[in-house]
Protein backbone atom coordinates (compact mmCIF):
# COMPACT_ATOMS: atom_id res chain seq x y z
CA UNK A 1 0.00 0.00 0.00
CA UNK A 2 2.32 2.68 -1.09
CA UNK A 3 2.10 6.06 -2.00
CA UNK A 4 0.59 8.70 0.06
CA UNK A 5 -2.61 8.19 2.75
CA UNK A 6 -4.74 11.14 0.61
CA UNK A 7 -6.85 8.69 -1.52
CA UNK A 8 -8.53 9.17 -4.02
CA UNK A 9 -12.13 7.62 -5.35
CA UNK A 10 -12.82 6.81 -9.17
CA UNK A 11 -14.56 9.81 -10.52
CA UNK A 12 -17.80 9.61 -11.96
CA UNK A 13 -16.97 9.07 -15.78
CA UNK A 14 -14.32 6.51 -14.88
CA UNK A 15 -15.88 3.04 -15.72
CA UNK A 16 -17.68 0.57 -13.48
CA UNK A 17 -15.90 -2.20 -12.01
CA UNK A 18 -17.74 -5.20 -10.85
CA UNK A 19 -16.00 -7.69 -8.64
CA UNK A 20 -17.77 -11.20 -8.57
CA UNK A 21 -15.47 -13.63 -5.68
CA UNK A 22 -14.92 -17.35 -7.35
CA UNK A 23 -14.00 -19.80 -4.46
CA UNK A 24 -11.16 -22.27 -5.98
CA UNK A 25 -12.04 -25.50 -4.06
CA UNK A 26 -10.97 -29.17 -4.73
CA UNK A 27 -9.32 -32.37 -3.24
CA UNK A 28 -5.53 -31.16 -2.05
CA UNK A 29 -3.32 -32.05 -5.31
CA UNK A 30 -6.10 -31.49 -7.77
CA UNK A 31 -4.42 -28.16 -8.98
CA UNK A 32 -6.13 -25.18 -7.55
CA UNK A 33 -3.30 -22.98 -7.10
CA UNK A 34 -1.79 -23.73 -10.78
CA UNK A 35 -5.39 -22.90 -11.86
CA UNK A 36 -5.88 -19.80 -10.35
CA UNK A 37 -1.94 -18.60 -11.57
CA UNK A 38 -3.32 -19.68 -14.90
CA UNK A 39 -6.36 -18.15 -14.82
CA UNK A 40 -4.77 -14.32 -13.60
CA UNK A 41 -2.13 -14.72 -16.29
CA UNK A 42 -3.92 -15.62 -18.78
CA UNK A 43 -6.91 -13.26 -18.17
CA UNK A 44 -4.71 -10.19 -17.17
CA UNK A 45 -2.62 -10.21 -19.86
CA UNK A 46 -5.24 -11.47 -22.86
CA UNK A 47 -7.45 -8.92 -21.52
CA UNK A 48 -5.02 -5.92 -20.91
CA UNK A 49 -1.79 -6.38 -22.27
CA UNK A 50 -0.32 -4.74 -19.61
CA UNK A 51 3.49 -4.36 -18.25
CA UNK A 52 5.01 -7.08 -17.41
CA UNK A 53 5.57 -5.86 -13.80
CA UNK A 54 2.21 -5.40 -13.37
CA UNK A 55 1.11 -8.66 -14.66
CA UNK A 56 3.79 -10.14 -12.01
CA UNK A 57 2.22 -8.11 -9.42
CA UNK A 58 -1.05 -9.15 -10.43
CA UNK A 59 -0.88 -12.44 -8.94
CA UNK A 60 -0.95 -11.94 -5.02
CA UNK A 61 -0.94 -15.51 -4.45
CA UNK A 62 0.76 -16.03 -1.02
CA UNK A 63 -2.77 -14.61 -0.13
CA UNK A 64 -4.84 -17.34 -1.63
CA UNK A 65 -6.55 -13.94 -3.97
CA UNK A 66 -5.51 -13.43 -7.40
CA UNK A 67 -7.88 -11.54 -9.94
CA UNK A 68 -8.14 -11.99 -13.10
CA UNK A 69 -9.99 -8.58 -15.22
CA UNK A 70 -11.62 -8.79 -18.33
CA UNK A 71 -14.26 -6.35 -19.66
CA UNK A 72 -18.01 -6.55 -18.91
CA UNK A 73 -19.81 -9.47 -20.78
CA UNK A 74 -23.16 -7.70 -22.13
CA UNK A 75 -25.14 -9.42 -20.24
CA UNK A 76 -24.27 -7.76 -17.05
CA UNK A 77 -25.73 -4.34 -18.57
CA UNK A 78 -24.24 -1.30 -20.64
CA UNK A 79 -20.38 -0.68 -21.13
CA UNK A 80 -17.79 0.45 -20.64
CA UNK A 81 -17.08 -1.43 -17.93
CA UNK A 82 -14.68 -4.34 -16.65
CA UNK A 83 -15.02 -7.94 -14.90
CA UNK A 84 -13.05 -8.66 -12.32
CA UNK A 85 -12.93 -12.17 -10.80
CA UNK A 86 -11.35 -12.21 -7.67
CA UNK A 87 -9.91 -16.09 -7.37
CA UNK A 88 -10.32 -17.31 -3.67
CA UNK A 89 -8.31 -20.22 -3.66
CA UNK A 90 -8.51 -22.37 -0.36
CA UNK A 91 -5.64 -24.46 0.46
CA UNK A 92 -6.29 -27.49 2.44
CA UNK A 93 -9.07 -28.63 4.42
CA UNK A 94 -8.91 -26.59 7.83
CA UNK A 95 -9.03 -23.46 6.32
CA UNK A 96 -11.20 -24.25 3.51
CA UNK A 97 -13.98 -24.38 6.04
CA UNK A 98 -12.71 -21.38 7.36
CA UNK A 99 -12.37 -18.99 4.54
CA UNK A 100 -16.03 -20.21 3.07
CA UNK A 101 -17.87 -20.17 6.42
CA UNK A 102 -17.97 -16.28 6.56
CA UNK A 103 -21.20 -17.55 4.22
CA UNK A 104 -22.33 -17.33 1.10
CA UNK A 105 -21.30 -13.35 1.32
CA UNK A 106 -17.32 -14.08 0.38
CA UNK A 107 -18.01 -16.34 -2.61
CA UNK A 108 -20.82 -15.89 -5.08
CA UNK A 109 -19.12 -18.63 -8.03
CA UNK A 110 -17.75 -22.08 -7.14
CA UNK A 111 -15.07 -23.83 -9.27
CA UNK A 112 -15.12 -27.05 -8.34
CA UNK A 113 -11.05 -28.38 -9.49
CA UNK A 114 -11.66 -31.90 -10.23
CA UNK A 115 -8.22 -34.21 -11.10
CA UNK A 116 -9.20 -35.94 -14.51
CA UNK A 117 -7.66 -38.98 -13.84
CA UNK A 118 -8.79 -39.28 -10.43
CA UNK A 119 -12.29 -38.26 -10.40
CA UNK A 120 -14.66 -37.44 -7.18
CA UNK A 121 -12.19 -37.57 -3.80
CA UNK A 122 -13.31 -37.16 -0.29
CA UNK A 123 -12.20 -33.76 -0.12
CA UNK A 124 -14.18 -33.13 -3.19
CA UNK A 125 -17.29 -34.36 -1.91
CA UNK A 126 -17.05 -31.90 1.01
CA UNK A 127 -16.12 -29.07 -1.19
CA UNK A 128 -19.42 -29.73 -2.95
CA UNK A 129 -21.57 -30.09 0.53
CA UNK A 130 -19.92 -26.99 1.75
CA UNK A 131 -20.79 -25.15 -1.90
CA UNK A 132 -24.33 -26.60 -1.67
CA UNK A 133 -24.68 -24.45 1.87
CA UNK A 134 -22.64 -21.57 1.05
CA UNK A 135 -23.07 -20.57 -2.11
CA UNK A 136 -25.42 -20.20 -5.51
CA UNK A 137 -23.52 -21.53 -8.65
CA UNK A 138 -21.06 -23.42 -9.63
CA UNK A 139 -18.51 -24.40 -12.53
CA UNK A 140 -16.71 -27.59 -12.35
CA UNK A 141 -13.18 -27.76 -14.09
CA UNK A 142 -11.63 -31.45 -14.87
CA UNK A 143 -7.77 -30.42 -14.64
CA UNK A 144 -4.45 -31.79 -15.62
CA UNK A 145 -6.21 -33.74 -19.12
CA UNK A 146 -2.09 -33.23 -20.44
CA UNK A 147 -1.90 -36.75 -18.36
CA UNK A 148 -4.46 -38.42 -20.31
CA UNK A 149 -3.11 -40.08 -23.85
CA UNK A 150 -3.81 -38.01 -26.56
CA UNK A 151 -5.81 -40.28 -28.81
CA UNK A 152 -7.59 -41.10 -26.06
CA UNK A 153 -8.51 -38.29 -24.17
CA UNK A 154 -11.54 -36.50 -25.49
CA UNK A 155 -12.87 -40.06 -24.78
CA UNK A 156 -11.98 -39.86 -21.12
CA UNK A 157 -13.06 -36.08 -20.65
CA UNK A 158 -16.76 -37.08 -21.93
CA UNK A 159 -16.62 -40.17 -19.90
CA UNK A 160 -15.44 -38.13 -16.76
CA UNK A 161 -18.04 -35.27 -17.72
CA UNK A 162 -20.80 -37.92 -17.52
CA UNK A 163 -19.92 -39.07 -14.54
CA UNK A 164 -19.73 -35.68 -13.31
CA UNK A 165 -23.04 -34.72 -14.18
CA UNK A 166 -24.53 -37.55 -12.26
CA UNK A 167 -22.96 -36.74 -9.01
CA UNK A 168 -24.69 -33.60 -9.28
CA UNK A 169 -27.92 -34.55 -10.60
CA UNK A 170 -29.65 -34.83 -6.67
CA UNK A 171 -27.64 -31.16 -6.00
CA UNK A 172 -28.50 -27.72 -6.69
CA UNK A 173 -25.82 -27.25 -8.86
CA UNK A 174 -27.35 -29.93 -11.05
CA UNK A 175 -26.94 -29.15 -14.90
CA UNK A 176 -23.66 -26.78 -13.82
CA UNK A 177 -20.90 -26.15 -16.89
CA UNK A 178 -18.57 -28.49 -17.21
CA UNK A 179 -14.80 -27.74 -18.89
CA UNK A 180 -11.52 -29.21 -18.97
CA UNK A 181 -8.35 -27.77 -18.67
CA UNK A 182 -4.12 -28.26 -18.32
CA UNK A 183 -3.51 -25.24 -15.91
CA UNK A 184 0.37 -26.33 -15.96
CA UNK A 185 1.08 -28.99 -18.97
CA UNK A 186 4.13 -30.75 -17.65
CA UNK A 187 3.23 -30.13 -13.75
CA UNK A 188 4.86 -27.73 -11.64
CA UNK A 189 8.68 -29.00 -12.80
CA UNK A 190 7.45 -27.53 -16.19
CA UNK A 191 9.13 -24.42 -17.59
CA UNK A 192 7.02 -21.12 -17.27
CA UNK A 193 6.94 -20.59 -20.85
CA UNK A 194 4.37 -23.78 -21.36
CA UNK A 195 0.58 -22.38 -22.01
CA UNK A 196 -1.88 -23.88 -20.46
CA UNK A 197 -4.52 -26.14 -22.22
CA UNK A 198 -8.39 -24.62 -22.46
CA UNK A 199 -7.71 -21.91 -19.78
CA UNK A 200 -8.93 -19.07 -22.73
CA UNK A 201 -12.32 -21.21 -23.10
CA UNK A 202 -12.85 -21.87 -19.16
CA UNK A 203 -12.46 -17.93 -18.52
CA UNK A 204 -15.42 -17.57 -20.98
CA UNK A 205 -17.41 -19.58 -19.07
CA UNK A 206 -16.51 -18.11 -16.07
CA UNK A 207 -17.90 -14.97 -17.69
CA UNK A 208 -21.09 -16.56 -19.28
CA UNK A 209 -21.83 -17.63 -15.04
CA UNK A 210 -21.11 -14.37 -13.63
CA UNK A 211 -23.78 -12.33 -12.23
CA UNK A 212 -25.00 -9.51 -10.66
CA UNK A 213 -24.65 -10.48 -6.94
CA UNK A 214 -26.98 -8.44 -4.27
CA UNK A 215 -24.62 -6.54 -2.21
CA UNK A 216 -26.04 -4.50 0.78
CA UNK A 217 -24.15 -1.47 2.27
CA UNK A 218 -26.70 -1.51 5.57
CA UNK A 219 -25.79 -3.01 8.92
CA UNK A 220 -22.80 -2.92 10.74
CA UNK A 221 -19.51 -3.17 9.26
CA UNK A 222 -17.62 -6.65 9.16
CA UNK A 223 -14.86 -7.73 7.23
CA UNK A 224 -12.47 -11.19 7.40
CA UNK A 225 -8.52 -10.42 7.14
CA UNK A 226 -6.64 -13.34 5.43
CA UNK A 227 -3.34 -11.06 5.38
CA UNK A 228 -2.04 -8.55 7.85
CA UNK A 229 1.32 -7.18 7.63
CA UNK A 230 3.50 -3.69 7.86
CA UNK A 231 4.63 -1.31 5.74
CA UNK A 232 7.31 1.00 6.85
CA UNK A 233 6.36 4.80 7.43
CA UNK A 234 2.20 4.03 6.54
CA UNK A 235 1.13 1.60 9.56
CA UNK A 236 -0.03 -1.84 9.58
CA UNK A 237 -2.05 -2.91 6.49
CA UNK A 238 -5.06 -6.01 6.76
CA UNK A 239 -6.24 -7.47 3.78
CA UNK A 240 -9.62 -9.15 3.42
CA UNK A 241 -13.08 -9.27 2.30
CA UNK A 242 -16.03 -7.30 3.15
CA UNK A 243 -18.39 -9.92 4.78
CA UNK A 244 -21.33 -7.12 5.57
CA UNK A 245 -22.10 -3.34 5.52
CA UNK A 246 -19.64 -1.23 4.40
CA UNK A 247 -16.54 0.96 5.65
CA UNK A 248 -14.92 4.43 4.06
CA UNK A 249 -12.09 6.32 5.53
CA UNK A 250 -12.06 7.55 9.01
CA UNK A 251 -14.26 5.29 10.41
CA UNK A 252 -13.39 3.45 13.45
CA UNK A 253 -13.36 -0.17 13.39
CA UNK A 254 -12.73 -2.83 16.24
CA UNK A 255 -10.52 -6.01 16.41
CA UNK A 256 -12.84 -7.86 18.79
CA UNK A 257 -10.60 -10.83 19.76
CA UNK A 258 -8.28 -8.17 21.15
CA UNK A 259 -10.73 -5.51 22.17
CA UNK A 260 -8.76 -3.00 20.19
CA UNK A 261 -10.22 -0.29 18.29
CA UNK A 262 -8.73 1.54 15.73
CA UNK A 263 -8.61 4.35 12.66
CA UNK A 264 -9.00 3.38 9.46
CA UNK A 265 -6.15 5.99 7.89
CA UNK A 266 -6.16 4.70 4.19
CA UNK A 267 -7.52 1.82 2.02
CA UNK A 268 -6.58 0.05 -1.05
CA UNK A 269 -8.33 -1.87 -3.54
CA UNK A 270 -6.24 -4.32 -5.80
CA UNK A 271 -3.28 -1.40 -5.85
CA UNK A 272 -5.70 1.77 -6.03
CA UNK A 273 -6.66 3.84 -3.34
CA UNK A 274 -10.03 4.15 -2.76
CA UNK A 275 -12.52 5.78 0.10
CA UNK A 276 -15.00 3.39 0.82
CA UNK A 277 -15.59 0.04 0.47
CA UNK A 278 -18.60 -2.46 1.18
CA UNK A 279 -20.11 -6.20 1.54
CA UNK A 280 -18.54 -8.23 -1.16
CA UNK A 281 -15.49 -5.97 -1.57
CA UNK A 282 -11.58 -7.15 -1.14
CA UNK A 283 -9.71 -4.79 0.14
CA UNK A 284 -6.74 -3.71 2.10
CA UNK A 285 -7.29 -1.32 5.27
CA UNK A 286 -4.54 0.47 6.44
CA UNK A 287 -4.30 1.48 10.72
CA UNK A 288 -1.39 3.01 12.86
CA UNK A 289 -0.07 1.49 15.90
CA UNK A 290 -0.73 -1.71 15.56
CA UNK A 291 1.55 -4.73 15.75
CA UNK A 292 0.55 -7.16 12.53
CA UNK A 293 1.66 -10.23 14.33
CA UNK A 294 -1.24 -9.95 16.68
CA UNK A 295 -3.37 -10.73 14.39
CA UNK A 296 -3.18 -13.15 11.49
CA UNK A 297 -6.56 -14.20 10.13
CA UNK A 298 -9.59 -12.82 12.01
CA UNK A 299 -12.31 -10.55 11.97
CA UNK A 300 -12.65 -6.36 12.39
CA UNK A 301 -16.14 -5.01 13.01
CA UNK A 302 -18.22 -2.16 13.58
CA UNK A 303 -17.34 -1.21 17.24
CA UNK A 304 -19.27 -3.74 19.92
CA UNK A 305 -21.00 -5.36 16.77
CA UNK A 306 -19.98 -8.35 17.64
CA UNK A 307 -21.08 -10.85 20.42
CA UNK A 308 -18.49 -13.29 22.35
CA UNK A 309 -20.62 -16.03 23.36
CA UNK A 310 -20.13 -19.49 25.55
CA UNK A 311 -22.89 -21.23 24.39
CA UNK A 312 -25.74 -20.88 21.88
CA UNK A 313 -28.77 -22.12 20.51
CA UNK A 314 -29.10 -23.13 16.47
CA UNK A 315 -31.36 -24.46 13.90
CA UNK A 316 -29.64 -27.34 12.31
CA UNK A 317 -29.80 -29.59 9.53
CA UNK A 318 -27.88 -32.87 8.86
CA UNK A 319 -25.34 -33.48 6.28
CA UNK A 320 -26.51 -36.25 4.04
CA UNK A 321 -23.45 -37.77 3.41
CA UNK A 322 -22.26 -38.08 6.95
CA UNK A 323 -22.24 -41.75 7.79
CA UNK A 324 -23.43 -42.77 11.48
CA UNK A 325 -26.16 -40.73 14.63
CA UNK A 326 -25.49 -37.00 15.25
CA UNK A 327 -25.40 -37.78 19.48
CA UNK A 328 -26.65 -35.86 22.40
CA UNK A 329 -23.40 -35.11 24.75
CA UNK A 330 -20.97 -35.97 21.14
CA UNK A 331 -18.07 -33.76 20.75
CA UNK A 332 -17.84 -32.33 17.20
CA UNK A 333 -15.48 -29.20 15.67
CA UNK A 334 -18.14 -26.46 15.22
CA UNK A 335 -17.14 -23.21 12.98
CA UNK A 336 -18.94 -20.11 14.12
CA UNK A 337 -17.82 -17.16 12.62
CA UNK A 338 -14.36 -17.35 11.51
CA UNK A 339 -13.20 -19.35 14.39
CA UNK A 340 -13.54 -23.50 15.02
CA UNK A 341 -13.38 -24.54 18.37
CA UNK A 342 -14.58 -28.03 20.22
CA UNK A 343 -17.75 -27.88 21.56
CA UNK A 344 -20.68 -30.82 22.88
CA UNK A 345 -24.49 -30.53 21.40
CA UNK A 346 -27.31 -31.41 23.05
CA UNK A 347 -30.31 -32.06 20.34
CA UNK A 348 -34.21 -31.03 21.19
CA UNK A 349 -37.01 -30.90 18.84
CA UNK A 350 -40.41 -29.12 19.09
CA UNK A 351 -43.00 -31.33 21.20
CA UNK A 352 -44.82 -34.22 19.27
CA UNK A 353 -47.58 -32.47 18.94
CA UNK A 354 -45.51 -29.22 17.26
CA UNK A 355 -43.73 -31.72 15.09
CA UNK A 356 -45.27 -30.65 11.30
CA UNK A 357 -45.40 -26.68 12.56
CA UNK A 358 -43.98 -23.84 9.89
CA UNK A 359 -40.14 -23.89 10.79
CA UNK A 360 -39.17 -20.52 12.68
CA UNK A 361 -36.61 -18.55 10.47
CA UNK A 362 -33.89 -16.53 12.44
CA UNK A 363 -35.70 -16.78 15.56
CA UNK A 364 -35.96 -18.82 18.88
CA UNK A 365 -39.26 -18.82 20.53
CA UNK A 366 -38.68 -19.46 24.81
CA UNK A 367 -42.07 -19.31 25.19
CA UNK A 368 -42.76 -22.67 23.93
CA UNK A 369 -41.91 -26.26 24.81
CA UNK A 370 -39.32 -28.67 23.46
CA UNK A 371 -38.40 -31.57 24.10
CA UNK A 372 -34.99 -33.67 24.44
CA UNK A 373 -33.72 -36.40 22.49
CA UNK A 374 -31.28 -39.06 22.65
CA UNK A 375 -29.66 -37.51 18.91
CA UNK A 376 -30.67 -35.85 15.99
CA UNK A 377 -33.96 -37.33 14.54
CA UNK A 378 -33.49 -38.63 10.94
CA UNK A 379 -35.10 -41.72 8.82
CA UNK A 380 -33.82 -45.30 10.73
CA UNK A 381 -32.35 -42.80 13.76
CA UNK A 382 -33.08 -44.78 17.52
CA UNK A 383 -34.90 -42.00 18.90
CA UNK A 384 -37.47 -41.54 15.89
CA UNK A 385 -38.23 -45.59 16.49
CA UNK A 386 -38.97 -44.60 19.76
CA UNK A 387 -40.97 -41.61 19.15
CA UNK A 388 -43.39 -43.75 17.10
CA UNK A 389 -44.25 -45.57 19.97
CA UNK A 390 -44.37 -42.82 22.28
CA UNK A 391 -45.93 -40.81 19.52
CA UNK A 392 -48.91 -38.54 20.55
CA UNK A 393 -49.62 -37.49 16.51
CA UNK A 394 -49.40 -40.91 15.70
CA UNK A 395 -47.70 -40.41 12.52
CA UNK A 396 -44.16 -41.44 13.69
CA UNK A 397 -43.30 -38.49 11.68
CA UNK A 398 -40.23 -36.31 11.78
CA UNK A 399 -40.32 -32.50 13.21
CA UNK A 400 -39.74 -30.11 10.83
CA UNK A 401 -36.98 -27.96 12.33
CA UNK A 402 -34.69 -29.50 15.34
CA UNK A 403 -32.24 -27.45 17.74
CA UNK A 404 -29.39 -28.04 19.57
CA UNK A 405 -27.76 -26.36 22.09
CA UNK A 406 -24.01 -26.04 21.50
CA UNK A 407 -21.47 -25.79 24.77
CA UNK A 408 -18.32 -24.34 23.29
CA UNK A 409 -14.87 -25.50 24.93
CA UNK A 410 -13.41 -21.78 24.73
CA UNK A 411 -15.43 -18.76 23.61
CA UNK A 412 -15.91 -17.17 20.41
CA UNK A 413 -16.55 -14.07 18.45
CA UNK A 414 -19.33 -13.95 15.65
CA UNK A 415 -21.76 -12.17 14.32
CA UNK A 416 -25.73 -12.83 15.37
CA UNK A 417 -27.73 -15.42 12.76
CA UNK A 418 -24.00 -16.61 11.51
CA UNK A 419 -23.40 -19.83 9.45
CA UNK A 420 -22.98 -22.63 11.71
CA UNK A 421 -20.89 -26.02 10.64
CA UNK A 422 -20.48 -28.78 12.90
CA UNK A 423 -17.42 -31.77 11.51
CA UNK A 424 -15.34 -34.32 12.82
CA UNK A 425 -12.14 -33.41 12.06
CA UNK A 426 -10.16 -35.80 13.73
CA UNK A 427 -11.67 -38.39 11.18
CA UNK A 428 -8.99 -39.94 9.01
CA UNK A 429 -8.01 -37.64 6.01
CA UNK A 430 -7.81 -40.44 4.04
CA UNK A 431 -10.86 -42.10 4.91
CA UNK A 432 -13.52 -42.40 2.51
CA UNK A 433 -15.45 -40.47 4.47
CA UNK A 434 -17.90 -37.07 4.76
CA UNK A 435 -16.59 -35.21 7.98
CA UNK A 436 -18.86 -32.71 7.89
CA UNK A 437 -21.81 -33.89 9.67
CA UNK A 438 -24.62 -30.80 10.06
CA UNK A 439 -25.28 -27.27 9.70
CA UNK A 440 -27.47 -24.62 10.60
CA UNK A 441 -27.81 -21.03 11.19
CA UNK A 442 -26.96 -19.54 14.92
CA UNK A 443 -30.12 -18.34 16.77
CA UNK A 444 -29.14 -17.16 20.66
CA UNK A 445 -25.65 -16.45 21.94
CA UNK A 446 -25.08 -16.51 25.37
CA UNK A 447 -22.02 -14.29 26.77
CA UNK A 448 -22.57 -14.59 30.26
CA UNK A 449 -19.86 -17.08 31.37
CA UNK A 450 -22.89 -18.16 33.79
CA UNK A 451 -25.05 -19.07 31.44
CA UNK A 452 -25.60 -23.07 33.07
CA UNK A 453 -27.50 -20.60 36.05
CA UNK A 454 -28.39 -17.00 34.53
CA UNK A 455 -29.77 -18.33 30.93
CA UNK A 456 -30.84 -21.98 30.61
CA UNK A 457 -33.57 -22.11 32.80
CA UNK A 458 -35.77 -19.78 30.27
CA UNK A 459 -35.53 -23.03 28.03
CA UNK A 460 -37.96 -25.08 28.45
CA UNK A 461 -36.41 -28.54 27.33
CA UNK A 462 -38.17 -31.19 28.94
CA UNK A 463 -37.68 -35.17 29.07
CA UNK A 464 -40.41 -37.63 28.99
CA UNK A 465 -39.85 -40.03 31.92
CA UNK A 466 -40.84 -43.46 32.15
CA UNK A 467 -40.93 -45.74 35.40
CA UNK A 468 -42.36 -49.03 35.59
CA UNK A 469 -43.34 -51.67 38.69
CA UNK A 470 -45.58 -54.10 39.28
CA UNK A 471 -48.80 -54.46 42.10
CA UNK A 472 -47.32 -56.63 44.98
CA UNK A 473 -50.57 -57.30 46.66
CA UNK A 474 -54.32 -55.69 47.29
CA UNK A 475 -54.51 -53.87 50.60
CA UNK A 476 -58.58 -53.33 49.97
CA UNK A 477 -61.40 -52.49 47.60
CA UNK A 478 -59.57 -48.66 47.04
CA UNK A 479 -55.44 -49.53 47.61
CA UNK A 480 -52.51 -51.71 46.49
CA UNK A 481 -49.22 -52.23 47.27
CA UNK A 482 -46.87 -51.81 44.54
CA UNK A 483 -43.00 -52.83 44.13
CA UNK A 484 -39.69 -52.43 42.00
CA UNK A 485 -40.83 -48.75 40.51
CA UNK A 486 -38.59 -47.00 43.03
CA UNK A 487 -34.64 -48.03 44.33
CA UNK A 488 -34.46 -48.86 48.17
CA UNK A 489 -32.91 -45.36 48.84
CA UNK A 490 -35.16 -43.31 47.25
CA UNK A 491 -36.95 -40.78 48.33
CA UNK A 492 -40.49 -41.52 47.95
CA UNK A 493 -42.00 -38.20 49.51
CA UNK A 494 -40.99 -36.33 46.08
CA UNK A 495 -43.62 -38.55 43.98
CA UNK A 496 -46.86 -39.08 46.79
CA UNK A 497 -49.59 -37.28 44.86
CA UNK A 498 -48.69 -38.31 41.71
CA UNK A 499 -50.79 -40.26 38.88
CA UNK A 500 -50.13 -43.80 37.82
CA UNK A 501 -51.82 -46.57 35.84
CA UNK A 502 -52.14 -50.09 36.16
CA UNK A 503 -52.08 -52.38 33.38
CA UNK A 504 -55.36 -53.77 34.00
CA UNK A 505 -56.80 -50.16 33.19
CA UNK A 506 -57.47 -48.55 36.61
CA UNK A 507 -55.98 -45.08 37.55
CA UNK A 508 -54.13 -44.47 40.72
CA UNK A 509 -52.20 -42.26 42.76
CA UNK A 510 -49.17 -42.84 44.78
CA UNK A 511 -50.23 -42.27 48.49
CA UNK A 512 -46.71 -42.66 50.32
CA UNK A 513 -44.07 -45.13 51.28
CA UNK A 514 -44.84 -48.78 52.86
CA UNK A 515 -42.01 -50.02 54.96
CA UNK A 516 -38.24 -49.53 54.21
CA UNK A 517 -37.61 -52.01 50.76
CA UNK A 518 -38.66 -48.99 48.19
CA UNK A 519 -42.43 -50.50 48.33
CA UNK A 520 -45.28 -48.15 48.16
CA UNK A 521 -49.22 -47.72 48.73
CA UNK A 522 -51.25 -46.81 45.63
CA UNK A 523 -54.57 -45.42 45.97
CA UNK A 524 -57.32 -46.26 43.27
CA UNK A 525 -59.94 -43.65 43.77
CA UNK A 526 -63.15 -45.59 41.46
CA UNK A 527 -62.24 -48.73 42.88
CA UNK A 528 -60.17 -51.98 41.65
CA UNK A 529 -62.74 -53.98 39.24
CA UNK A 530 -63.65 -57.07 39.95
CA UNK A 531 -61.63 -58.90 37.57
CA UNK A 532 -58.28 -57.14 38.87
CA UNK A 533 -59.27 -58.08 42.32
CA UNK A 534 -59.57 -61.60 41.49
CA UNK A 535 -56.76 -61.88 39.21
CA UNK A 536 -54.45 -60.35 41.93
CA UNK A 537 -55.16 -62.78 44.25
CA UNK A 538 -54.82 -66.07 42.64
CA UNK A 539 -51.01 -66.24 43.09
CA UNK A 540 -51.70 -66.68 46.84
CA UNK A 541 -52.80 -70.80 46.60
CA UNK A 542 -49.81 -71.61 45.21
CA UNK A 543 -47.75 -71.20 48.90
CA UNK A 544 -50.49 -73.53 50.58
CA UNK A 545 -50.85 -76.48 47.96
CA UNK A 546 -47.22 -76.86 46.89
CA UNK A 547 -45.80 -80.17 47.68
CA UNK A 548 -48.94 -82.14 47.01
CA UNK A 549 -48.30 -84.27 43.35
CA UNK A 550 -51.78 -84.08 42.17
CA UNK A 551 -52.02 -80.31 41.97
CA UNK A 552 -48.97 -79.63 39.40
CA UNK A 553 -51.47 -78.61 36.99
CA UNK A 554 -52.95 -76.04 39.46
CA UNK A 555 -48.98 -75.12 39.86
CA UNK A 556 -48.46 -74.42 36.75
CA UNK A 557 -51.79 -71.88 36.25
CA UNK A 558 -50.67 -69.76 38.99
CA UNK A 559 -47.01 -69.75 37.78
CA UNK A 560 -48.58 -68.31 33.94
CA UNK A 561 -50.65 -65.46 36.44
CA UNK A 562 -47.78 -64.88 38.66
CA UNK A 563 -45.66 -64.07 35.38
CA UNK A 564 -47.88 -61.49 34.03
CA UNK A 565 -47.62 -59.77 37.13
CA UNK A 566 -49.79 -56.19 36.97
CA UNK A 567 -47.77 -53.69 36.01
CA UNK A 568 -47.48 -49.83 37.53
CA UNK A 569 -46.94 -47.02 34.50
CA UNK A 570 -45.60 -43.78 36.19
CA UNK A 571 -45.41 -40.72 33.16
CA UNK A 572 -44.21 -37.70 33.79
CA UNK A 573 -42.19 -34.53 32.45
CA UNK A 574 -38.96 -33.17 34.05
CA UNK A 575 -37.34 -30.09 32.72
CA UNK A 576 -33.52 -30.66 31.46
CA UNK A 577 -32.70 -27.30 32.99
CA UNK A 578 -34.90 -27.44 36.18
CA UNK A 579 -32.44 -26.79 38.99
CA UNK A 580 -35.29 -27.90 41.05
CA UNK A 581 -36.02 -31.37 39.06
CA UNK A 582 -39.47 -30.91 39.27
CA UNK A 583 -41.91 -33.94 37.65
CA UNK A 584 -45.21 -32.88 36.35
CA UNK A 585 -47.94 -34.30 35.01
CA UNK A 586 -50.27 -33.10 32.08
Not at 199 to 207: H, M
Not at 467 to 493: A, C, H, M, P, W
Amino acid sequence: MAGSAAVAAPGPSAPRRLNVNVGVLGHIDSGKTALARALSTTGSTAAFDRAPQSRARGITLDLGFSCLRTPLPPHLGPGPGELQLTLVDCPGHASLIRTIIGGAQIIDLMMLVIDVTKGMQTQSAECLVIGQIACQKMVVVLNKIDLLPEGKRQAAIEKMTKKMQKTLENTKFQGCPIAAVAAKPGGPEAPETVNPLGVSELIEVLKSQAYLPTRDPMGPFLMAIDHCFSIKGQGTVMTGTVLSGSVSLGDNVEIPALKVTKKVKSMQMFHTPVTYAMQGDRVGVCVTQFDPKLLERGLICTPESLQTIHAAIISLKKIQYFRGALQTKAKFHITVGHETVMGKVMFFSPAPADFSKEPLENAFDFEKEYLYQEEYLSKGSKSSEENKENDQTGEGQLPRQQWALLEFEKPVTCPKFCLVIGSKLDTDIHANTCRLAFHGILLQGMEDKNYVETFLPKLKMYKLKHKEGQVERVLDDYSVIGRSLFKKETNIQIFVGLKVKLSTGEEGVIEGGFGQSGKFKIRIPNGLKPDTKVFLTVPSKKKSKAGKGDTAKEDESSKVDSAQPVTVSLLFKRYVFDTQKKMIQS
